[in-house]
């Protein structure tokens, strides 16, 4: 009786399910009811993902401009199968702020979202850009460097609050030019995003004892542009790492985040350690204390992500040249000048029989005018 249930229940499920006939061969009912729900949820998953085609007209248009249908349909496919959408006005409407063909093209290739935006939504945009930029045309230079800086949001209002809250930190007009056309997606990010990078911060600040923790973010937002678009753990992490590698007082650790070292803050932390691992061998086997080594990266911050492979060959080319590791741990910056500089610098000295030894190495870190002013001195002199 039980048998000839489950044949009645499997022959009206077949009847109302398009499924492949089953073979003679399954052994049990069991066993038929599992390949059936194989089938049939094949058969829903495949007429699932039909989606919808993509609009003929709106490609036809795109071609029309110069967009490279390719390069969009990579970057963001579901734009090209979108029944409404107004690129021929955000085409006009950069045309009408200087943009040129080109730029246009550039601009929706590498964003194809920028064609779902309405003109008054732009226009309010702009205009509050423009409260920042003084020219229409370094606005456009921005978006052609970073278009998803100025159509990613459709807030509006966000973005002034954004500009409201930086202007609340004290930051200047400058500096928040200086932002949106480093780091434009600060303006974009969520208010509350940013209030939560802002408060890390000054916390950061008042568990190192800093006097005025508005002043402590202040100056490293303003070192560093791009922090406002990083993760507060990313921050965090780095500062953790900071603090376990080159054990710092609070006050070098202050000074440290708030001058050149904000400046790799927002560095990935591993490429940071292989870094700090590489150099502080070098200078450990060039007979360096790990004193010196850590007091080396406080005075040289650039040394955390700078190339080790250049690094390493500047060390090497001024020890070649009679310059000894204590008076390159006096004076680090000269590492920031390229090796081709260096060398010919060097080359120059010793023409006019410059002694580094006596005289120290402090001539090679100068500007090319005070260097070539020295170096006419020196003529002189011999």
């Known amino acids: 009786m039980a048998a000839r249930l489950v044949a009645q229940i499997m022959q009206l499920y077949l009847c109302r399910t398009r499924v492949p006939d089953l073979p003679n061969w399954f052994p049990s009912a069991q066993l038929k009811i ?7 949820s094949s058969h829903n998953d495949s007429t699932g993902t039909i989606q919808k085609p993509e609009n003929t007209v709106l490609l036809n248009n795109l071609t029309v401009l110069g967009v490279d249908i390719m390069m969009a349909r990579r970057r963001q496919p579901g734009v090209l199968r979108k029944v409404i959408t107004n690129e021929e006005g955000v085409a006009e409407f950069l045309r009408s702020k200087g943009a040129n063909r080109g ?9 194809p979202r920028a064609i779902t935006r309405s003109f008054c939504h732009l226009e309010e945009r702009w205009q509050i850009w423009r409260s ?3 020219t229409d045309s370094e606005i456009v230079s921005v978006i052609e460097r970073s278009p998803e800086s100025y159509f990613r949001s459709s807030d509006n209002g966000n973005l002034e609050k ?3 809250f930086l202007c609340s930190l004290g930051l200047t007009s400058k500096d ?35 006097k005025d923790p508005d002043a402590f973010v202040k100056r490293i937002i303003t070192k560093n542009a791009y922090i406002l678009i990083r993760s507060t753990k990313r921050i965090k992490t ?98 920031e000048f390229s090796a081709n500089n260096l060398k010919n610098r060097i080359e120059e000295l010793e023409r006019v029989g410059y002694d580094f030894k006596k005289y120290g190495v402090t001539i090679l870190d100068s500007s090319r005018r005070r260097f070539e002013a020295k170096l006419e001195k020196l003529n002189e002199e011999g």
């Open 103 to 111: 730029t246009i093209a550039s601009i929706i290739s590498r964003y």
């Open 132 to 134: 920042i930029f003084n």
């Open 176 to 210: 928040l030019h200086r932002i949106l056309t480093t780091a434009p997606r600060t303006f974009s990010n969520s208010l509350e995003l940013n209030k939560q990078m802002v408060k890390l911060l000054r916390n950061l600040g008042v568990s190192l004892g800093d």
């Open 238 to 335: 780095n500062v953790d790492f900071f603090t376990e590698a080159l054990k710092p007082s609070n006050s070098d650790l202050i000074k440290l985040l708030q001058g050149h070292g904000a400046e790799v803050l927002d560095l990935s932390s591993d490429y940071m350690k292989r870094n700090f691992k590489n150099v502080s061998e070098q200078l450990q086997l060039l007979g360096c204390t790990a004193e010196e080594v850590k007091k080396f990266f406080l005075d040289y911050p650039p040394a955390f992500y700078a190339s080790f492979e250049k690094l390493s060959n500047k060390i090497d080319l001024l020890l070649e040249s009679d310059i000894n590791i204590k008076q390159l741990l006096k004076k680090p910056r000269i590492l």
């Open 162 to 164: 954004n500009i409201k």
């Open 34 to 40: 599992s390949y059936l729900r194989m089938c049939t």
